[in-house]
């Protein structure tokens, strides 16, 4: 998923202004991924085309941790609306085991442009029809807090 970030990712008022917008919008589900008290990503869901999407990103650093599983089985026990999809670098391997884990299954894949890599790649698409197919580990009880 990393490789479609926003065309300048250390544009901090395009950010705010876009984070603004999004906090406002009722199709739009966002929440903070923490490690230790330390913000290391966001999962969401939104609304594009008449369709759900999820997404998520975790800072490099914090990757092979199972942050994003868990913060992503979060949101999806908060999220009821099925089907949802997700889209995420064909060679992104980590993201696509993520994904397939929470129950998401591969439908097809494109071509689109990534801002992330300034480039056109192939992305998958994978579709969620069932309600989460894992939950996270008592996340509560851990000293790594997710979500």
Known sequence: MAAFTAEDPDDRTAFDVH???VRKSP??????VT?????VGSVASFVI????EVTYWIDRSFWGQGLAGRALALLLDSVPVRPLFARVA???????????KAGF???GTEISFANGRNMEIEETILRLDEPAKTTPSDVSSRERRTY
């Open 35 to 39: 490690a230790d008290g330390r913000l």
């Open 105 to 107: 299954a591969i439908t």
């Open 19 to 21: 984070m603004a917008k």
């Open 49 to 52: 085309e008449g369709t759900t």
């Open 90 to 100: 064909s060679d992104n391997v980590r993201s696509l085991k993520v994904l397939q």
């Open 27 to 32: 199709e739009v589900t966002t929440r903070a």
